[in-house]
């Protein structure tokens, strides 16, 4: 199903490469005590699908850390898990105990402390990923929507697949679509130059 899904949205010339996917946890004890309806296998499915589908696709996410009762293990399942899709960018945050919901009155509630420590630990995991998505994106000519100047005369726009491209240029390009080729990166964008 996911597969024929992917292809027919391959179709449509004008859709962007990128797919943001919440994902919320990479373990199945804690996506089923979070009451959600997929597991890590099906979402691993889909990105498979999506990636064959859409050449040099970005998948985002959202990743929950210290869900009610979630042990190091499954934490560390969850770790692994993102560290196994590879995702291009991350946003990476902590359970919050809400007072009505279901989750509120679980037992095993974390502490903040390792709430925080594995917030970190998670957010060094994507960024590696991350880093790993821009480095690969080097060598390629992408065509980018600029937006805004970020410092005197270098430009930042988005590419199809929504990485961060900065490139310099003695005149105005914002609002304009250019192909840029992908020469470099640092840790919040690709550079390169217009064509």
Not at 35 to 54: G, K, P, Q
Request: net charge negative; with cysteine; glycine share 6%.
């Amino acid at each position: 199903v996911y597969d024929v899904f992917c292809e027919r949205l391959a179709g449509f010339a004008n859709l962007a490469r990128h797919f943001h996917l919440s994902m919320q946890s990479g373990c199945d004890t804690v996506l089923w005590r979070m009451n959600r309806h997929y597991t890590a296998d099906e979402y691993r499915t889909i990105v498979r699908n999506l990636r064959a589908a859409f050449e040099n696709a970005a998948i985002t996410t959202d990743i929950m850390v210290g869900f009610a009762g979630e042990t190091d293990e499954e934490f560390a399942e969850s770790l692994a898990f993102a560290e196994e899709i590879a995702f291009a960018k991350v946003h990476v945050f902590a359970y919050s105990r809400r007072p009505g919901t279901r989750a509120y009155d679980m037992g095993d509630q974390l502490t903040n402390a390792v709430k925080e420590a594995r917030s970190h630990e998670m957010i060094r995991v994507t960024t590696a990923t991350q880093q790993a998505f821009f480095k690969a994106q080097i060598g390629r000519t992408e065509e980018v929507l600029f937006e805004r100047e970020i410092q005197k005369g270098v430009w930042e726009g988005y590419s199809m697949n929504y990485t961060p491209v900065a490139v310099a240029s003695g005149t105005s390009l914002a609002g304009e679509i250019r192909s840029v080729r992908i020469e470099s990166c640092t840790d919040t964008h690709c550079m390169g130059a217009v064509l």
